[in-house]
C-alpha cells in the first residue's frame, strides 16, 4: 500500500477532536522526523505544528495549510479502518488533508525550492473555528508569517478530481451567537409580578427577515436553538435565551448583521426590563481569494491539465482558512470527492485516496512555479 494511503487510514482510525490532537500531531511529527524540515514548531496555537522547508536563495514564503481535528460524531461506515474511538470520527477529510501535507513534505525533503521557503501547518481546532485564531495570535506565528497561504477542501457532490475554484469570496463566514435575557420569575397566576423574557425573543425571532433585509449583499440569519424558563406550570418564566447562526458572504456585511441583531436585542430587552448578556462561538471569517495567489493556483491547475469549477455563488459554509484569507493574501480550493459520495460530516463520508496525489501535484507546482518566477 502506498505509504501516504497507510498513514491517512491510520489517521483515520485513531481520530481525536477539536483541542485534544495530541495524538495525531505525534504521529505528523514522527511522519516528518526522517524528511529533516530545517525548522519545526511544536504547540502552536496549542497542538499545531509547522515544518519549514528553506530554499536556497532568498523569496516568498509559502504557507499550506491542512485541519488536525476529527469530529465529534459515531461512525457508520465499515471501511477496514474504520475509527477505533467511539463517538470520534475524521468525517470531514481532514485525514486527508494531512496525508496530502505529508507528501508535500517529502516532495520538499528531495528537492527544496529554489528560492523562498514552504511552511507545512498542521492547525489545530478548524471544526470550532477556534484554531487559526490561537495560531495567528501565538508569537510563535511570526516565524511563519507567509507571504501566501493556500488550502483546499475535498468537496463530495463534484465530479473525483475536479478542482472547485472562485474568484473573491469562496466560503461565507459565520458566527454563533447566543442571546440570554433575564428577567423575573413569578407566580404563573400573577405574571404581571415578573419580567418574562418569552416577548422579547418571540419580537426578535420575527424580526430576523426584516434585519437580514436591512444588510447588503447575502446573508443569513438562522435560529438553532430556544429556551425560556422550566417544565414548572404554576411559575413564569424569568430567564430564557436564543442561539442563532449568522453568514455573509462578505466580512463587513457579516459584522453589520451581528451589530443589527445586537441593537435590535437590546432594544427589546430595554422595553421588557430585562438584562441581556451575549456570547459568540465558533465564530468562522470569511474565506476571501486574493487575486495574486489565485494566479499561482490557476497556472499549477492548468499545468497538470485539471478539470476546472468556476462557482458562480460562494459556498454558505465556513472554513476556518477564512482568518488566513483575512490577514494574508490567501487562496482556498476545492477537489470534488465524488459525485455519489455521502455529503461532509455525514456519519459513512469517508475520504478518497485518489486524491492525495492531486493534491500533493497541486501545490507541489504552486512551490515550483512561484520559486521559479513563473508566477
Known sequence: MNPLIHLRHSLHQHPEIAGEETETAQRILEFFKPLQADEVIENLGGTGLAFIFKGKNLGKRLLFRSELDALPIDEKGDPSYRSTISGKAHLCGHDGHMAILCGLGEKLSQQRPDSGEVVLLFQPAEETGEG?????????????????????????????????????????????????????????????????????????????????????????????????????????????????????????????????????????????????????????????????????????????????????????????????????PAYLFGLGAGESSPQLHEPTYDFPDELIETGVGIFDRIIRNQSEGKS
Not at 451581528?258 to 468562522?284: G, H, M, P, R
Open 132 to 328: 487559526a485564531k490561537r495560531v495567528l495570535e501565538d508569537p510563535k506565528f511570526d516565524k511563519i508569517r507567509p507571504d501566501f497561504a493556500f488550502a483546499l477542501h475535498n468537496l463530495p457532490g463534484f465530479p473525483l478530481q475536479q478542482v472547485i475554484t472562485r474568484k473573491g469570496t469562496f466560503a461565507a463566514g459565520s458566527t454563533g451567537m447566543t442571546l440570554q435575557f433575564t428577567g423575573k420569575t413569578s407566580h404563573a397566576a400573577h405574571p404581571e409580578d415578573g419580567r418574562n423574557p418569552a416577548a422579547a425573543i418571540s419580537q426578535l425571532i420575527l424580526a430576523l427577515p426584516e434585519i437580514r433585509k436591512s444588510v447588503p449583499g447575502y446573508c443569513l440569519a438562522t435560529v438553532i436553538h430556544v429556551q425560556i424558563g422550566s417544565l414548572a406550570f404554576g411559575t413564569s418564566a424569568g430567564i430564557g435565551s436564543l442561539s442563532l447562526t449568522l453568514r455573509a458572504f462578505d466580512q463587513e456585511n457579516l459584522e453589520q448583521l451581528i451589530e443589527e441583531v445586537e441593537k435590535k436585542a437590546k432594544q427589546l430587552a430595554k422595553a421588557e426590563n430585562l438584562d441581556i448578556t451575549i456570547q459568540f462561538q465558533e465564530s468562522f471569517a470569511v474565506s476571501k481569494n486574493d487575486p495574486a495567489a489565485a494566479k499561482l493556483a490557476e497556472q499549477a491547475f492548468e499545468s497538470l491539465d485539471l478539470e476546472v469549477l468556476e462557482k458562480a455563488d460562494p459556498f454558505r459554509w465556513s472554513e476556518d482558512f477564512g482568518l488566513f484569507s483575512q490577514s494574508c
